[in-house]
Nanobody, 123 residues
Framework: QVQLVESGGGLVQAGGSLRLSCAASRLIFNRYHMGWFRQAPGKDREFVASISLSGDTTYYADSVKGRFTISRDNAKITVYLQMNSLKPEDTAVYYC????????????????WGQGTQVTVSS
């Protein structure tokens, strides 16, 4: 069964940290590149970070580079997004996605999406 389940969102003050988790089914984790995307109220969904199937290649949006880190744990079949130095503009629903064809930097290449987890950063 194909499944992506995000967790770890919440309310945090500016400058704080959160770690998001995306628990994947083994079917997805062993075959797909993974990514994190986010959607703020009134805005389009945007790319945040992605990681290749092997974990050797990562990409980040300029807005989060140096603050966020994406990783994947094969034993736990989970993808993480460590978010540090959070800013109010990071407030959004964060989605995990899986892409079979390429390391995703666009939502258009995703084959599967999770349901999202809310991150709210207060100033």
């Amino acid at each position: 069964q194909v499944q992506l389940v995000e967790s770890g969102g919440g309310l945090v003050q500016a400058g704080g940290s959160l770690r998001l988790s995306c628990a994947a089914s083994r079917l997805i984790f062993n075959r797909y590149h993974m990514g994190w995307f986010r959607q703020a109220p009134g805005k389009d969904r945007e790319f945040v970070a992605s990681i290749s199937l092997s974990g050797d290649t990562t990409y980040y949006a300029d807005s989060v580079k140096g603050r966020f880190t994406i990783s994947r744990d094969n034993a736990k079949i989970t993808v993480y997004l460590q978010m540090n130095s959070l800013k109010p503009e990071d407030t959004a629903v964060y989605y995990c996605g899986a892409a079979g064809s390429t390391v995703p930097r666009s939502g258009q290449v995703l084959d599967y999406w999770g349901q999202g987890t809310q991150v709210t950063v207060s100033s």
